[in-house]
Nanobody, 117 residues
Framework: QVQLVESGGGLVQPGGSLRLSCAAS????????MGWQRQAPGKQREVVAF???????IYADSVKGRFTISRDNAKTTVNLQLDSLKPEDTAVYFC???????????WGQGTQVTVSS
C-alpha cells in the first residue's frame, strides 16, 4: 500500500504564494502519475495538475501560468507551487498517486488553502 502525507496549506492574501508538498511512503515501487485535485465548498472535485513518471505535466486551464507542479528525483514526492493566488483558488487540495504495481490510486488527507484578504 501507499501512504500520502500532504503539507503546506494555509491562509494567504490574494496575489500571494504557497507551496504544497506530498510525500509518498510504503510500497512506492512503480508509482505512475502523481498530482493534485481540489474541492471548493459546494463544488465538485476538479483536477489541478499532474505529472507523469517521465516528467510530463498537465494543468487545468484555470491555473496555467500560476501553478507549477514538480517531482523529486526519487519520484516519491510531488510539489505544487501556487503563485498569484486568487480567492477562487480557495479549496481543500488533495494529493494523489497512481500505483502501477497495485493498479490503484491513493489519496492524501487533504490540505486547506484559503485565499482571502
Amino acid at each position: 500500500q501507499v501512504q500520502l502525507v500532504e503539507s503546506g496549506g494555509g491562509l494567504v492574501q490574494p496575489g500571494g504564494s504557497l507551496r504544497l508538498s506530498c510525500a509518498a511512503s510504503g510500497s512506492t515501487y512503480r508509482l505512475g502519475a502523481m498530482g493534485w485535485q481540489r474541492q471548493a465548498p459546494g463544488k465538485q472535485r476538479e483536477v489541478v495538475a499532474f505529472i507523469t513518471s517521465s516528467g510530463n505535466t498537465i494543468y487545468a486551464d484555470s491555473v496555467k501560468g500560476r501553478f507549477t507542479i514538480s517531482r523529486d528525483n526519487a519520484k516519491t514526492t510531488v510539489n505544487l507551487q501556487l503563485d498569484s493566488l486568487k480567492p477562487e483558488d480557495t479549496a481543500v487540495y488533495f494529493c494523489y498517486a497512481n500505483s502501477e504495481y497495485f493498479g490503484a490510486t491513493y489519496w492524501g488527507q487533504g490540505t486547506q488553502v484559503t485565499v482571502s484578504s
